[in-house]
T-cell receptor, first 110, second 115 residues
Framework: DAKTTQPPSMDCAEGRAANLPCNHS???????VYWYRQIHSQGPQYIIH???NNETNEMASLIITEDRKSSTLILPHATLRDTAVYYC???????????FGTGTRLQVTL | DGGITQSPKYLFRKEGQNVTLSCEQNLNHDAMYWYRQDPGQGLRLIYY???????QKGDIAEGYSVSREKKESFPLTVTSAQKNPTAFYLCASSIAGGQGNTEAFFGQGTRLTVV
């Protein structure tokens, strides 16, 4: 699986959009971009994934650049409950081991 | 309700003892995984299994063992050979095969403390 690079930490004011970047410059054509988050002392939670097209669900939006070398996870209206570590993973669609890095620690503040 | 269950949530053991962590899922998933997480760190893969009676080593398998006798269960044994076993252990499962659908479901973890 391709290596991903994320900033170690970010802050966001409550009610504002949180934009979390991820670099995956060596991603291969059959690798998807997945996002998970981990709230303190809990198991990670799946957020969203995509291959080439932008994706949106009830939790977030995923914007993937045309060359697929980077992506951005957008939480449109961050709340205090969105404070967590966010992990970006590049993985093949078939079942493969998931490689989690250290992620981005997002702190949402009042 | 479908889900993945780890037990116990907290576990204390004396140094030198083997200990087995339980992971059960009723999601009918073929693939199951064990991860270890140390404070302030990301998740590191210990073992994974894509089908019953088969499993592969992850990045940090030394000192650990697993079995996959049933689709629903993937227990992890932390042996006395593991030099630094105190950590947060996470189990996950996902659908095997297919395209674009390796969304993994995680348990709530077991915090193991060896004294």
């Amino acid at each position: 699986d391709a290596k991903t690079t994320q900033p170690p930490s970010m802050d966001c004011a409550e009610g504002r959009a949180a934009n979390l970047p991820c670099n995956h410059s060596t991603i291969s054509g059959n690798e998807y971009v997945y996002w998970y988050r981990q709230i303190h002392s809990q198991g990670p939670q799946y957020i969203i994934h995509g291959l080439k097209n932008n994706e949106t669900n009830e939790m977030a939006s995923l914007i993937i650049t045309e060359d697929r070398k980077s992506s951005t996870l957008i939480l449109p209206h961050a709340t205090l409950r969105d404070t967590a570590v966010y992990y970006c993973i590049a993985a093949r669609g078939t079942a493969s081991k998931l490689t989690f890095g250290t992620g981005t620690r997002l702190q949402v503040t009042l | 309700d479908g889900g993945i269950t780890q037990s116990p949530k907290y576990l204390f053991r004396k140094e030198g003892q083997n200990v087995t962590l339980s992971c059960e899922q009723n999601l009918n998933h073929d693939a199951m995984y064990w991860y270890r997480q140390d404070p302030g760190q990301g998740l590191r893969l210990i073992y994974y299994s894509q089908i019953v009676n088969d499993f592969q080593k992850g990045d940090i398998a030394e000192g650990y063992s697993v079995s996959r006798e049933k689709k629903e269960s993937f227990p992890l044994t932390v042996t006395s050979a593991q030099k630094n076993p105190t950590a947060f252990y996470l189990c996950a499962s996902s659908i095997a095969g297919g395209q674009g659908n390796t969304e993994a479901f995680f348990g709530q973890g077991t915090r193991l403390t060896v004294v």
